[in-house]
């Protein structure tokens, strides 16, 4: 499959379980806190824009603040060398509850790309 797949269903038919299911069955686990390969991000009604999932700058201390999703410290993760051949899983639960255009346009962009051309820019060096 591709790098996205998307589940659709009515609610309550076992979606999320089964991302769970998979990962189970890949091996992945969550027992070390430090290494989550796992992430469920809950997307809210009220995501309208990128920042709701990546962070912003705050332009007081001029530094990044990531969102409290996680989703951000899982990518860092991912991304450091020790990890470069463990596969990663996010699952979006119920993203069609806002705008996915508003929020995940960077993702689709990326994705586009050739796997060695991927590169996320956040708003500082780390």
């Keep these: 499959c591709s790098n996205l797949v998307i589940l659709s269903g009515l609610s309550g038919t076992g979606k999320s379980q089964l991302v769970e299911?998979?990962?189970?069955?890949?091996?992945?686990?969550?027992?070390?806190l430090e290494n989550e390969q796992l992430l469920f991000v809950p997307v809210r009604p009220?995501?309208?824009?990128?920042?709701?999932?990546?962070?912003?700058?705050d332009l007081i201390q001029m530094t990044y603040r990531p969102s409290d999703t996680g989703f951000i410290d899982l990518l860092i993760n991912a991304q450091k060398e020790e990890n470069k051949d463990k596969m990663y899983i996010v699952c979006f639960d119920e993203m069609n509850l806002a705008r996915v255009e508003h929020y995940f346009s960077q993702f689709l962009s990326i994705l586009e790309r050739p796997t060695g051309k991927r590169e996320l820019r956040l708003y500082d060096n780390q």
């Excluded at 009220?46 to 700058?57: C, P, T």
Aim: hydrophobic residues 40%.
């Design 46 to 57: 009220s995501w309208n824009d990128d920042s709701d999932l990546l962070g912003y700058v």
């Design 21 to 32: 299911i998979y990962a189970k069955a890949l091996g992945i686990d969550n027992d070390d």
